[in-house]
């Protein structure tokens, strides 16, 4: 027993050490975990090909190459959060009509878009996408996982659940000598920025302000300088550091990507 005890301590000890080694987490326990199930409903956008769906108001560009593909989502004003909602991950089944298919089929997408609302048009008859209204406009091929597409809106039941990714935080660098933007993509756990920071080789850490969609900017002669950047999660607060994420040669256009990701 007192052997047992011991091993369970060296390995909560080396636990320990192996995560400050790494300098990812600064919250304790700030995993994101998935929420209630709640209704709303869903329509489309686009079509089979969702060449409408590329682009968007997150600023994630072809989302192919951005790795969102087409498991995506528009979200109307209240979820969208002016931006913060960008990179959120919800799970969506449809209910309640025969438009859905047999056995509910759980879909999985990411926010990469607005809904806009229409104040011309009723909210309970085609303005889905105006405040209060949770609403999700998905990318066709997404409806037509859950679907027949011709019901055009149906219900569903829905929950933010913890975006699953491969790797590390992507930064898509924007702007001029003076001014950087930074499209943050690829972001695991609740998938949202609420805060960014910037060190431009060892400089101290600078505040960058909320753009729009999922980017950041830092007005600052950023060039020829390496990167590094805090990253704090909206909905946990949880910051990691990418240190070192783009080389003194960095260059607007480029996307680099961080060794670190959220849990
Ligand atoms: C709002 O809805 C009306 C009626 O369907 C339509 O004519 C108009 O183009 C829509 N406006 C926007 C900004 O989408």
């Not at 000890?13 to 400050?20: D, E, H, V």
């Not at 995993?31 to 682009?55: C, I, L, N, V």
């Not at 609403?135 to 859950?146: E, Q, S, T």
Request: hydrophobic share 40%.
């Amino acid at each position: 027993m007192a052997a047992a005890a011991s091993s369970m301590m060296t390995t909560t000890i080396l636990a320990a050490i192996l995560i400050s080694l790494a300098g990812v987490a600064t919250t304790a326990d700030a995993k994101f975990r998935a929420m209630q199930w709640t209704p709303a409903h869903a329509t489309f956008y686009g079509d089979e090909t969702a060449s409408e769906t590329m682009g968007g108001a997150c600023g994630y560009g072809d989302l192919y190459a951005s790795g969102y593909g087409t498991d995506t989502a528009a979200l109307s004003t209240t979820l969208f959060r002016d931006g913060y909602g960008c990179g959120t991950c919800y799970q969506l089944r449809c209910v309640g009509t025969s438009s859905c298919y047999r056995g509910s089929p759980v879909i999985t997408v990411t926010a990469t878009n607005l809904c806009p609302p229409n104040w011309s048009i009723p909210s309970d008859a085609g303005g889905w996408c105006n405040p209060p209204r949770s609403h999700f406009d998905l990318a066709k091929p997404a409806f037509m996982k859950m679907a027949d597409w011709h019901a055009g809106i149906v219900p569903v039941m829905y929950r933010r659940v913890p975006c699953v990714r491969s790797g590390g935080v992507r930064f898509s660098l924007q702007g001029n000598g003076y001014w950087l933007l930074v499209y943050v993509m690829n972001v695991a756990g609740a998938g949202d920025v609420g805060d960014m920071w910037v060190s431009g080789g060892g400089q101290g850490w600078m505040r960058m302000s909320h753009n729009w969609g999922a980017s950041y900017q830092a007005f600052a002669q950023l060039g020829g300088r390496e990167l590094s950047f805090k990253v704090t999660s909206y909905t946990t607060g949880e910051t990691i550091l990418a240190a070192g994420v783009a080389p003194a040669s960095w260059c607007v256009g480029l996307t680099y990507q961080a060794r670190v990701n959220f849990r």
